[in-house]
């Protein structure tokens, strides 16, 4: 089978870095408590905002990471010491 494994073990070193994130980020969500005050709200709704973008961000990490191992696949490496094809012209 044919793949590139320097494109495969990019993506999955990708894929594993944003699930450690996802899996970080998941582990400390920021809480609220009754009595809070308005300061206090609105810096827990921005550390919630925040969590929520890194989810997001590491999300796409764990994309782009599983399309590169899709990619990985289908590449074909050229050779060095292959023979370049010549194209050859129609005579008319």
């Known amino acids: 089978m044919l793949i590139d494994k320097k494109i495969f ?11 450690i994130i996802i899996i970080n980020i998941n582990a400390t969500i920021p809480m609220g408590q009754s009595g809070m005050t308005e300061e206090e709200i609105i810096d827990l709704m921005t550390k919630q905002q925040e969590n929520k973008d890194m989810n ?3 999300g796409i990490l764990i994309g782009v990471g599983f399309m590169l191992i899709l990619i990985s696949f289908g590449a074909k490496r050229k050779r060095k010491d292959s023979p ?9």
């Open 9 to 19: 073990a990019g993506g999955l070193i990708m894929l594993v870095i944003g699930i």
């Open 56 to 58: 997001t961000l590491a």
């Open 84 to 92: 370049e094809k010549e194209e050859k012209k129609p005579i008319t």
